[in-house]
C-alpha cells in the first residue's frame, strides 16, 4: 500500500483544506497512509507532520486557512535543504509528496527531485491565479468576492461623501484578482501590471475620466482599483498625486490580508475537490513532476517547469468587458 504526504505551502488561500479533505477521503478509499506536513517545507526540513484520517475532515470544506499551516521556507532553497528533505521523506517510507501551493512552491518541489526520487505532484492553490497552465487556483473565486464585497462597502461611503478612493487589491505581480474584482464591484476604473503605461498616462485618463463625470452629473464618488506591487511608491503616492490635480480629498484603502481568509465559496470548494481527488488517483503511476488542474472545466496534467516557464495572460474577455463597462457610471 502506498504512502502519500501533502503540504501546503506559500500563500494561503481558502480552499486549501477543502483539497487536503478530498486527498485524506481519497486516501482512505485506496487504503493509503496518509501524512500531512505541517508549516510548507519547514515540515519537511524538521520531519514536523500529523497522520490524517477522516477525522480530520468533519466540518472541514468550508473552514479558510489551512489546517497544516502555511508558512515559506528559505533554508529549503539549498541543496543542502532538499537533501535533508529527502532524508526525511525516505525515513517515513514516503512514496508521494503532493504539494498545494503557488508556482513558487512548484519550483521548491522541483528543487527536491534532484535528491529525492519519489512522486511529486503539484495543486494549484493562492489567490492571485498566477500559475500557467490553469484557468484557475484554489482560493482565486474566494478572493475576487472577498476583495468585491469590500469595495461595495466602500462605495456606499464613497458615494454618501462624494469621494474619490483607490482600493489596492492583492495578486503579487498579477492583475487577475484586481480586474475581476474591480469589473465585479463596477469600479470606475482599474490599474494592473499587465495593461500599466506610466505613470502620466494613467493619471491623465483617471482625471479625464472624473471631470467628464463630473460635468455631467456635478460631484460623483470614483472608485480606482489598484493592484498590489504597481504603482511606483506605493497607494499613497498615487493618492497624493491624485488629490492635488483633482482639489479633493483621495482615500487610500487597502484591503489586504482579509482577501487570504474566509470559508471558501463553492467555486473553489469543487475545485479543490475534484483536483485533490485526480490528484490521488495518480498515485503510484509513472506520473511525476506535474501539476493537476483544471482548463475548459476538464483536468489537465501540467509539467511543473511550464506552471512557471511563462506568465499566464490576463482573460482578455474580462479586460474588454472592464473597458467597455468602466466608463458607464453615469
Ligand atoms: P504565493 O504566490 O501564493 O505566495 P508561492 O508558492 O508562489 O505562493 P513562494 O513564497 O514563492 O510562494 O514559495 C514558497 C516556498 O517554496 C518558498 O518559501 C521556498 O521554500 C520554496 N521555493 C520557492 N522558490 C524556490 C526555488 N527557486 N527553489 C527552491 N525552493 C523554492
Same mark, same amino acid.
Not at 475532515?57 to 502555511?70: A, E, K
Given at each position: 500500500?502506498?504512502?502519500?504526504?501533502?503540504?501546503?505551502?506559500?500563500?494561503?488561500?481558502?480552499?486549501?483544506?477543502?483539497?487536503?479533505?478530498?486527498?485524506?477521503?481519497?486516501?482512505?478509499?485506496?487504503?493509503?497512509?496518509?501524512?500531512?506536513?505541517?508549516?510548507?517545507?519547514?515540515?519537511?526540513?524538521?520531519?514536523?507532520?500529523?497522520?490524517?484520517?477522516?477525522?480530520?475532515?468533519?466540518?472541514?470544506?468550508?473552514?479558510?486557512?489551512?489546517?497544516? /499551516?502555511?508558512?515559506?521556507?528559505?533554508?529549503?532553497?539549498?541543496?543542502?535543504?532538499?537533501?535533508?528533505?529527502?532524508?526525511?521523506?525516505?525515513?517515513?517510507?514516503?512514496?508521494?509528496?503532493?504539494?498545494?501551493?503557488?508556482?513558487?512552491?512548484?519550483?521548491?518541489?522541483?528543487?527536491?527531485?534532484?535528491?529525492?526520487?519519489?512522486?511529486? %505532484?503539484?495543486?494549484?492553490?493562492?489567490?492571485?491565479?498566477?500559475?500557467?497552465?490553469?484557468?484557475?487556483?484554489?482560493?482565486?473565486?474566494?478572493?475576487?468576492?472577498?476583495?468585491?464585497?469590500?469595495?461595495?462597502?466602500?462605495?456606499?461611503?464613497?458615494?454618501?461623501?462624494?469621494?474619490?478612493?483607490?482600493?489596492?487589491?492583492?495578486?503579487? /505581480?498579477?492583475?487577475?484578482?484586481? %480586474?475581476?474584482?474591480?469589473?465585479?464591484?463596477?469600479?470606475?476604473?482599474?490599474?494592473?501590471?499587465?495593461?500599466?503605461?506610466?505613470?502620466?498616462?494613467?493619471?491623465?485618463?483617471?482625471?479625464?475620466?472624473?471631470?467628464?463625470?463630473?460635468?455631467?452629473?456635478?460631484?460623483?464618488?470614483?472608485?480606482?482599483?489598484?493592484?498590489?506591487?504597481?504603482?511606483?511608491?506605493?497607494?499613497?503616492?498615487?493618492?497624493?498625486?491624485?488629490?492635488?490635480?483633482?482639489?479633493?480629498?483621495?482615500?487610500?484603502?487597502?484591503?489586504?490580508?482579509?482577501?487570504?481568509?474566509?470559508?471558501?465559496?463553492?467555486?473553489?470548494?469543487? %475545485?479543490?475537490?475534484?483536483?485533490?481527488?485526480?490528484?490521488?488517483?495518480?498515485?503510484?503511476?509513472?506520473?511525476?513532476?506535474?501539476?493537476?488542474?483544471?482548463?475548459? /472545466? /476538464?483536468?489537465?496534467?501540467?509539467?511543473?517547469?511550464?506552471?512557471?516557464?511563462?506568465?499566464?495572460? %490576463?482573460?482578455?474577455?474580462?479586460?474588454?468587458?472592464?473597458?467597455?463597462?468602466?466608463?458607464?457610471?453615469?
Amino acid at each position: 500500500s502506498k504512502r502519500v504526504a501533502v503540504l501546503t505551502s506559500g500563500g494561503d488561500a481558502p480552499g486549501m483544506n477543502a483539497c487536503i479533505r478530498a486527498i485524506v477521503i481519497a486516501c482512505e478509499t485506496k487504503g493509503y497512509t496518509l501524512i500531512g506536513y505541517l508549516h510548507g517545507y519547514n515540515g519537511l526540513l524538521n520531519q514536523e507532520y500529523e497522520t490524517l484520517s477522516l477525522n480530520a475532515t468533519h466540518n472541514l470544506i468550508q473552514q479558510g486557512g489551512t489546517i497544516l /499551516h502555511s508558512a515559506r521556507c528559505e533554508a529549503f532553497k539549498s541543496h543542502q535543504g532538499a537533501k535533508d528533505a529527502a532524508k526525511n521523506l525516505q525515513a517515513l517510507g514516503i512514496d508521494t509528496l503532493i504539494v498545494i501551493g503557488g508556482d513558487g512552491s512548484f519550483k521548491g518541489a522541483q528543487h527536491l527531485s534532484t535528491c529525492w526520487d519519489g512522486q511529486i %505532484l503539484g495543486i494549484p492553490g493562492t489567490i492571485d491565479n498566477d500559475v500557467a497552465g490553469c484557468d484557475a487556483t484554489v482560493g482565486y473565486y474566494t478572493a475576487i468576492d472577498t476583495a468585491v464585497s469590500s469595495i461595495d462597502k466602500v462605495r456606499d461611503t464613497a458615494d454618501a461623501f462624494e469621494r474619490i478612493f483607490l482600493v489596492e487589491v492583492m495578486g503579487r /505581480h498579477a492583475g487577475f484578482l484586481a %480586474l475581476n474584482a474591480a469589473l465585479a464591484s463596477a469600479a470606475d476604473y482599474v490599474i494592473v501590471p499587465e495593461r500599466f503605461d506610466n505613470e502620466q498616462q494613467e493619471l491623465e485618463r483617471i482625471i479625464n475620466q472624473i471631470e467628464a463625470r463630473r460635468k455631467l452629473k456635478g460631484p460623483v464618488s470614483f472608485i480606482v482599483v489598484v493592484a498590489e506591487n504597481v504603482w511606483p511608491g506605493g497607494l499613497n503616492t498615487l493618492a497624493e498625486r491624485l488629490s492635488s490635480h483633482m482639489q479633493s480629498e483621495v482615500r487610500p484603502v487597502t484591503l489586504g490580508h482579509v482577501q487570504r481568509g474566509g470559508s471558501p465559496v463553492s467555486q473553489d470548494r469543487l %475545485l479543490a475537490t475534484k483536483l485533490g481527488t485526480y490528484a490521488v488517483g495518480l498515485v503510484g503511476t509513472e506520473k511525476t513532476l506535474i501539476m493537476i488542474g483544471e482548463v475548459d /472545466h /476538464h483536468p489537465v496534467e501540467v509539467p511543473l517547469k511550464e506552471t512557471w516557464a511563462y506568465t499566464k495572460p %490576463l482573460d482578455e474577455c474580462s479586460v474588454e468587458t472592464m473597458l467597455a463597462t468602466m466608463n458607464q457610471r453615469y
